[in-house]
């Protein structure tokens, strides 16, 4: 008797338990439509634009200081940044100028980004001082990462807002003094 009431007591709950259905969103499809909705979240993207300062420091050494003559960089073996250091004139497709370009890039894009979205959704920013803050946060990293870009690549393309992949590759080069 104790089994039956068991199996039934289980059998009720298994069959009780599911009334609603899960309509829930996916948190992999989340898009910068539906993500913006609240303060917090547009904390999250100015914090992701600080996200592209994790490799800087290496960077800085890689593409700055082994040139100088504060360093002596001496390899046993061929390194990844022997060409910079010996100022080899082909150094384009070298991991560490690729990082540095598509790493800031990647940084300017996020600050854009949420540029952008403070404009579109400010009601759901919460406060103006909040939205003043977060835009001058995501300006200064917009214009730090120029300021690394330029040192290294000269002329550049000013990119001020989101673009797509077909808008970005049709964008020139701006003098150096346009992107100061």
């Not at 009780?16 to 999250?44: E, W």
């Not at 100015?46 to 082994?66: F, H, Q």
């Amino acid at each position: 008797m104790k089994k039956n009431s068991f199996l039934i007591l289980i059998a009720v709950m298994a069959l009780a338990s599911c009334k609603k259905d899960l309509n829930q969103i996916p948190i992999s499809a989340a898009t910068t439509s539906t993500f913006y909705q609240q303060p917090s979240d547009f904390i999250q993207g100015v914090n992701a634009t600080y996200n592209a300062l994790r490799g800087y420091p290496d960077r800085l050494l890689n593409l700055s200081e082994i040139r100088s003559d504060n360093i002596y960089g001496v390899s046993v073996a061929v390194r990844d940044w022997d060409p910079i250091n010996d100022f080899s004139p082909s150094i384009v497709s070298n991991v560490y100028v690729e990082e540095a370009w598509s790493t800031d890039f990647n940084g300017i894009f996020k600050a854009n980004t949420v540029l952008d979205e403070i404009k579109k959704n400010a009601g759901f920013v919460g406060s103006a001082a909040l939205a003043t803050r977060l835009q001058a946060e995501a300006r200064f990293l917009r214009a730090f990462y120029y300021f690394d870009l330029i040192r290294y690549f000269g002329k550049l393309p000013i990119i001020d807002h989101p673009v797509l992949v077909s808008e970005a590759s049709a964008i020139r080069r701006s003098s150096v003094d346009s992107v100061y």
